[in-house]
């Protein structure tokens, strides 16, 4: 089995979490993606954020908020494992790059969601951060 680190950031609105969509893509998923060779995640989710969702996230209130892993949805045999991030952010997020669609989902619709942002959504609802 192979894997693909992921850096991504959780940002809740009136008990809902914020996912994306790419262009042509079916699921939503967590705003983030992959370091580049080096990169701290930190300096990662930064530059991720402001290219998807054109807004900058300050990074003094930066803190990890939990990392989980699980099968990609494409490829059972690689596991994708993703450190989440809280923190404030500069500006109004709105779908910017490849991002076609924003949606804040709650528990209700978190069938439209990648397996893994689905795994973020049931421990939110565990610590009671969103319904």
Known sequence: MS???????????????????RHGGRQFYLPGGAPEAGERD????????EAQL?????????????????PSD??????????????NHE?????HGDITEMRFIGIADAARTSTLTQRFIASLEIDHVID
């Open 3 to 21: 894997g693909i680190r992921k850096v991504a950031w959780l940002e809740v609105k009136d008990r809902k979490l914020l996912c994306v969509r």
């Open 42 to 49: 930190v300096d990662a989710i930064q530059r991720q954020i």
């Open 91 to 95: 500006g109004i997020p709105r779908p």
């Open 74 to 87: 494409e490829d059972a045999a690689v596991i994708v494992t993703i450190t989440a991030f809280l923190g």
């Open 54 to 70: 054109a807004v900058k996230l300050v990074a003094s209130t930066l803190i990890p908020a939990g990392t989980i892993s699980a």
